[in-house]
């Protein structure tokens, strides 16, 4: 009984181990070949490839499709700028300078010590030297720059990037939008395409050339970070701004270099930085566009003088205010506010029309008008969009030469201004008369000049109290002055007698 006991146990344990393996192989048979026991519906396939697979190949993306966009490359555009991009050293000669008045303080020295403690009345000014860029406008050594960079220079010498030397002269200089033209001797040089700043896009990649620090050939990159950028500076020569604006590295010596797109054409001369007491770079750089910097190089090889023309009006940025006031849904443009009794365009503009359209291009602020006018010749015509009283207006313009002051072209080694003809004088009578500078009278017609008793053979040695080094020179003191009447010290060669005219700018 206990054995048939025993038996049945055994057979109970045996049937039960049975049921147990069955059940096993029964709930295992949909795993069979799977690596993971882990459910189906979590199952993921992992793909092992070697680290330096790209990255786009190791994920799953539709074929011809990139997890990155590509990266520019600036190569090209480095290697193209950097030849025509060049060094240039400005320098002035000592000069002797007079002083007019003592100060306070020294006036109360001289009571108690006489005249011993006092500054001299004349002093010595040292030698002075200033660096920046330029670009190569044309193959035959026309090269663009600031005007601030070689502005009162006695001699500016240009380093191309091959590290060649040239003398360079000064063709123009134009203070309204800091530019300046020289030109040097040489040939088939390495130039730049010009490219469009009008079509130039904010976010797009620039890259800065130029010497900062006296590095040569520095290119950094940045993006455009704004256009028609007005710089609200005060005390500054520039009257038209109209800057691209770009976080690529602009320092001091960088000023006069180029400013191109991926393609290596320009599109801008760099001119300012937004900097702090350093006087450094800190993520704002400004650039002349280069449809600005055409038109003026351009008039300057051509004419000798910028041909600028005349609106007539006062204008600010349209704004919120304004345009409740005038009952406008836009809050961008250019708002006039007085049209001059002389403006050509007193009968085709009004006081408070808006204008948001110049030739298909929109104008949102002031330096967009300002870029478009500073742009164009005389003879050009504009179509303007604009709203007059609550209705949208088509004009068209005819715009007309603005009256110079003083009319003065430089061409050819020859100054004309006012009706007088003047050249270089030569070496032989510099020697003659121990002259270091002075232009001669070599022809006088009707004007200016002639009324204040200029003549043919005279020289010309000093202009409001300034000596004249040369022609360049004194196309610039005349061009700049803001006198109703200046003095001017003239030598007639015959006699050697040094006397004064007075010359009347406002008749």
Aim: charge should be positive.
């Amino acid at each position: 009984m206990y054995e048939q006991r025993n038996k049945y146990t055994a057979v109970k344990k045996l049937s039960g181990t049975a049921i147990v393996v069955i059940m096993g192989l029964w709930l295992v048979a949909p795993y069979a070949g799977k690596k993971s026991l882990a459910p189906v519906t979590h199952l993921q396939q992992v793909t092992i490839v070697e680290p330096t697979q790209p990255l786009q190949d190791r994920l799953s993306l539709p074929e011809g499709k990139s997890v990155l966009p590509p990266l520019p490359d600036f190569t090209y555009a480095a290697k193209v700028a950097t030849p025509a991009v060049v060094y240039i050293q400005a320098s002035q000669d000592p000069k002797i300078l007079k002083r007019e008045a003592i100060t306070p303080l020294e006036q109360f020295f001289k009571q108690f010590f006489g005249e011993g403690l006092l500054i001299p009345k004349e002093y010595e000014q040292r030698p002075q030297v200033s660096t920046g860029s330029g670009v190569i406008y044309t193959s035959n050594g026309y090269i663009i720059t600031n005007n601030h960079v070689v502005e009162g220079a006695d001699q500016i010498e240009v380093t191309l990037h091959d590290n060649r030397r040239y003398k360079a002269k000064l063709v123009g200089s134009d203070p309204a939008t800091d530019l300046a033209v020289l030109k040097i001797e040489a040939s088939n040089l390495s130039i730049l395409v010009l490219g469009s700043s009008d079509k130039l896009e904010v976010g797009e990649w620039v890259l800065a050339v130029g010497n900062p620090f006296n590095l040569y050939s520095t290119v950094t990159k940045g993006i455009v970070s704004a256009k028609s950028r007005h710089l609200n500076e005060t005390g500054t020569k520039i009257g038209i701004q109209s800057f691209i604006q770009t976080d690529a590295a602009i320092n001091p010596g960088n000023s006069g270099g180029a400013l191109v797109n991926l393609y290596g054409e320009l599109v801008g001369i760099n001119t300012a930085i937004y900097a702090t007491r350093s006087a450094s770079f800190v993520g704002y750089g400004f650039a002349i566009p280069s449809s600005l910097v055409k038109k003026v190089a351009d008039d300057f090889i051509q004419y000798g003088a910028v041909q600028r023309v005349l609106l007539g009006v006062a204008i600010c940025d349209m704004n919120a205010e304004l345009a409740k006031k005038l009952g406008l849904k836009i809050t961008t443009g250019v708002y006039i506010d007085t049209v001059q009794d002389d403006s050509p365009c007193t009968k085709l503009l009004q006081k408070e029309d808006v204008i948001i359209q110049i030739n298909s291009r929109s104008i949102h602020k002031c330096a967009d008008l300002q870029e478009v006018i500073g742009c164009a010749k005389p003879g050009d015509q504009l179509t303007v969009i604009l709203y007059r009283k609550g209705k949208e207006k088509r004009v068209n313009l005819l715009l007309e030469k603005a009256p110079d002051v003083i009319q003065v072209i430089l061409k050819n080694n020859i100054l004309k201004a006012e009706g007088a003809t003047f050249q270089n004088i030569d070496e032989k009578t510099k020697a003659k008369y121990k002259l270091t500078g002075g232009v001669l009278v070599q022809e006088i017609t009707k004007g200016k000049f002639k009324a204040a008793g200029l003549k043919k053979g005279y020289i010309v040695l000093a202009f409001d109290k300034q000596p004249v080094k040369g022609i360049v020179d004194f196309a610039e003191m005349i061009r700049s002055t803001k006198a109703e009447a200046v003095l001017i010290q003239v030598m007639e060669p015959n006699t050697g007698e040094v006397s004064y005219l007075a010359v009347e700018w406002a008749k």
